[in-house]
């Protein structure tokens, strides 16, 4: 019996770059559940997030709107409960929606359309990493540094494993739960993982699995700080860079530790695929894996996110459609699209099969549907936009991808322009070449013509000050709001949070991170 609609699982991991997955041609990393699902999909090569950074690219992603659009600019910005997410749209055609797992949501909505969350939140919901302008590159609201680089190496057991394994095991038992119960209603599944973000740590196993001798060196060595654009020396200066020296050694204990956390997240992705599958649940299934953003680890000298180049703003992303319907289209696809075209393609899946379920979004979306690669037609060529506008900058960026260029601006700095079809590995910024001024024109206009510099700046920095003005009171009195999610007694000493134990936490708050490393790094740093 063919369902009225199919069941949604979106399968989400955290800082996972394609450049590091098998399915798209990396030699070391073990992913075999990825791989087995990338196999039965529909796979985007050039898919982008629209912020590469956690809580903005997760609101934008569920929004189908732009960060700017919906004013969330950084990993503090409160994401308004006035905003209708694919879960108020799923829900209003019919879906019971579920999430089990990270979403990073900042203010006192902490379901955002969904039903019910399976499980608490690992990060605060509250201003607590407000971002800081006016004292430039180096002001640090969060715990993202070289330390994650230097201490990389196998750990006993620490905070991110102690909740992936909360959202595999929740998830699973629900899927078994929807299996029993009969119902053919259709549900909206998120599992969202926080592996392999950093700190790069990982379980003894997962390590020793990696060989050190198959470890790749970054495709791009590291540059020189002078010869750094100006918006990556930001970012060196931000992530410390200049108080630590990562050599080869370290370096590739770092990508060692983090192919391990891939591993890791892979099994766990596994737990839930095999639960569908073994359930019948997988069979009336759309299943959607991606990632909110990527990593550089190591590419150029650069770690983590927060810039434009390709490992940073690009993201995996596989579309597996129901073995219950026409037959299964598999395949890749090379237009670029990006996470806000999700919201859209959603809705067609869910109400192509039926009129009355029909609906029509609130707002003007900033996607489009990606449901005709899912039936074998081309996907039509479309700008992609992303947005930076959170720590470690002084200034917001933005970026379009269209066709194979690649335009970077920041108001203030030289442009960048990448011909990504013969400088994938954008070695050769094309900005300033007559040859290219009618492309470069044109790219600029597009990008100024929803996103006035002028006014977004103003807007951000108004943003900040009325948010540091809460935070330092919350400071001085104690009185942190008490926003974040947690499903049961005791989960808010286990994530990270501020400590509000005891009244006033002083001019920073004390922050919990449990972390048991088992054997220092072998290099000295």
């Excluded at 990606?370 to 720590?391: F, K, N, R, T």
């Excluded at 990448?418 to 597009?446: C, K, T, V, Y």
Aim: glycine content about 6%; aromatic content about 8%; proline content about 9%.
């Amino acid at each position: 019996m063919t369902r009225r609609a199919p069941h949604i699982v979106l399968l989400m991991a955290d800082q996972l770059a394609p450049h590091f997955l098998p399915f798209h041609g990396h030699p070391v990393v073990q992913a075999p559940a990825l791989a087995r699902l990338a196999a039965q999909s529909v796979v985007f090569d050039n898919a982008y997030c629209n912020f590469p950074i956690c809580a903005p690219s997760r609101a934008s992603m569920l929004a189908g709107r732009l960060p700017h659009a919906i004013g969330v600019y950084d990993n503090a910005s409160e994401f308004v409960s006035e905003i209708p997410t694919m879960a108020h749209y799923l829900a209003a055609a019919g879906y019971r929606c579920i999430l089990s797992g990270k979403m990073h949501f900042v203010g006192p909505d902490q379901l955002h359309g969904y039903h019910e969350r399976l499980t608490t939140d690992i990060y605060p919901a509250d201003f607590l990493w407000v971002p800081d302008w006016s004292k430039g590159a180096g002001f640090k609201p969060t715990g993202v540094g070289m330390g994650h680089v230097v201490d990389a190496g196998p750990s006993l057991r620490n905070m991110q494993i102690d909740y992936d394994e909360d959202v595999a095991h929740c998830a699973v038992q629900r899927i078994w739960d929807l299996a029993r119960s009969g119902s053919d209603s259709p549900v909206f599944l998120t599992v969202s993982f926080t592996h392999p973000h950093p700190p790069f740590v990982c379980p003894q196993e997962d390590w020793d699995a990696i060989d050190p001798a198959s470890i790749d060196a970054p495709r791009v060595p590291e540059i020189a700080y002078q010869d750094l654009d100006p918006h990556s020396q930001w970012l060196y200066i931000a992530h410390g860079q200049d108080r630590h020296r990562i050599d080869s050694q370290r370096l590739l204990r770092a990508r060692r530790a983090y192919y391990a956390m891939i591993r890791y997240v892979d099994r766990k992705i596994g737990e839930v695929l095999d639960a569908l599958d073994a359930s019948g649940l997988g069979r009336d299934s759309v299943v959607v894996f991606c990632t909110d953003h990527g990593e550089m680890m190591g590419e150029r000298g650069m770690w983590f996110k927060q810039t434009f180049y390709e490992p940073s703003v690009r993201v995996p992303l596989a579309i597996r459609m129901p073995q219950s319907g026409d037959v299964r289209r598999i395949g890749r696809c090379a237009t670029p699209c990006s996470l806000v075209d999700l919201l859209p393609t959603f809705l067609d899946l869910a109400t192509g099969q039926s009129g009355d379920r029909a609906i029509e979004p609130i707002d003007l979306l900033d996607g489009r549907s990606l449901a005709p690669a899912l039936q074998g037609e081309a996907l039509s060529e479309a700008d992609v936009l992303s947005e930076y506008s959170s720590e470690g900058v002084c200034a917001a960026s933005r970026m379009l991808r269209r066709a194979d260029w690649k335009y970077v601006m920041t108001p203030g700095l030289p442009p960048m322009l990448f011909d990504l079809a013969h400088d994938p590995l954008e070695l050769s910024n094309r900005a300033g070449e007559p040859s290219l001024a009618d492309i470069e024109r044109a790219m600029h206009e597009r990008l100024i013509a929803d996103w006035p510099p002028g006014e977004i700046d103003r807007k951000i920095r108004e943003s900040q000050r009325r948010r540091l003005f809460l935070r330092d009171l919350a400071r001085k009195t104690g009185h942190w709001p008490q926003w974040t999610h947690a499903v049961r007694p005791g989960d808010p000493d286990r994530y990270v949070r501020p400590s509000t134990a005891g009244g006033p936490v002083g001019p920073k708050p004390k922050m919990r991170f449990p972390f048991v490393m088992p054997t220092p790094p072998d290099a000295s740093n």
